[in-house]
């Protein structure tokens, strides 16, 4: 099975996607891991990402591109794949559809997480995240063993800017905003499927389990 987990922020892509990876026997590919990866592992792929990173300019998609045709061509994709994250537009949805036709590859389903303002605002206010290791905790539906201290590495936990509520709201707008056209390209293909994602991530994830049979 080939699928891609759509949603705005605070929807739960990447938790969704970790678990479906887990209970279908899948591959997940998240592009924002991809960049992180060629980063850390000084690829020449990353080097030119982390200097455009350095000067405070976005990563160009032709070069999320690249990385991301490296990453199709693995082995490991054989069996399926979910991507999260990708693609946040229409020419990225076409260049997505390029990468695949160029392997013979069709997606299956294209998963719509919805999810509410006033929870989103709750999940994304509330999250905190380790300076060191990168993980990820809630202060009321996850918190830490100890206040401020990461569990895995006992670095320390902050609250990032974009996660405050006003940029939260702002960053919704500007999603709303530019997802539509997308969402609408995938409905006309025939491959969205809308899903509640409101409620505690089991009951999501298991949605999109029963939903996910019937593409198999």
Request: net charge positive; hydrophobic share 40%.
């Amino acid at each position: 099975m080939r699928l891609v987990l759509l949603g705005p922020p605070g929807a739960g892509k990447g938790t969704q996607a970790k678990g479906l990876a887990r209970e279908l026997q899948l591959a997940h590919i998240s592009t924002g891991d991809l960049l992180r990866q060629n980063v850390a592992q000084s690829t020449a792929l990353g080097l030119e990402a982390k200097d455009y990173m350095n000067k405070g300019l976005l990563v160009p998609d032709s070069l999320v591109t690249k990385m991301l045709e490296d990453r199709f061509g693995r082995p490991d994709l054989k069996n399926g794949f979910i991507l999260d994250g990708y693609p946040r537009t229409i020419n990225q949805a076409k260049t997505l559809d390029a990468i695949l036709a160029a392997r013979s590859i069709k997606l299956d389903v294209v998963f719509d997480l919805d999810s509410s303002e006033p929870v989103i605002v709750q999940r994304l206010s509330g999250r905190l995240v380790c300076r060191k290791c990168g993980a990820l905790f809630h202060k009321t539906n996850m918190p830490p063993k100890v206040a401020d201290v990461c569990d895995q590495c006992a670095g320390e936990l902050y609250q990032r800017d974009d996660d405050k509520e006003e940029t939260i709201k702002k960053r919704l707008a500007v999603y709303r905003g530019e997802v539509a056209a997308l969402l609408e390209y995938y409905r006309n293909a025939g491959l969205l499927v809308t899903v509640p994602a409101d409620e505690d991530a089991a009951i999501v994830l298991k949605k999109i389990i029963d939903k996910a049979k019937n593409f198999k």
